[in-house]
């Protein structure tokens, strides 16, 4: 992948992150159910709002950054640094919703998380070496 591709995704990584916080700033100010109040009338929509925003921002973020790796002590396994700062950021926001009277910790939440930001590393880890030059 090319500098100046690494360099797109950097940018679209870093306006979705702006996208998500607002997105949360809503959730945390109780604001947010004006804007996506059809999840509810999807079965699992909150679940699937959880996975696809963090598993965006993931994948974004490890294709601005596909050397950014984690050699797992002791194995062959590798691990997206990348993926592992959007998890930590993902535990801490939900984490943070104990604060919020219209929030509320959810292990669902987190799971739906963790499953988009795993499938993200694999399919970016895929489409980085699909365009590696060998």
Known sequence: MHASQRRLFSLLCLGF???????VYLADTGQGQK????????PGGDK????????????LADLATPHWRWRVPGSTLSLSIASLLVFAAALMEEISQAWF????????????????ITLAAVLARRIHKRHVKT
């Open 48 to 59: 699937l709002g959880h996975f696809g925003l963090f598993g965006t921002l993931a994948l």
């Open 17 to 23: 992150l702006g996208f998500l916080v607002v997105i």
């Open 35 to 42: 804007y996506w109040a059809f999840l509810a009338k999807i």
């Open 101 to 116: 009277p219209t929030r509320s910790f959810d292990l669902g939440d987190l799971a739906a998380d963790a499953l988009g």
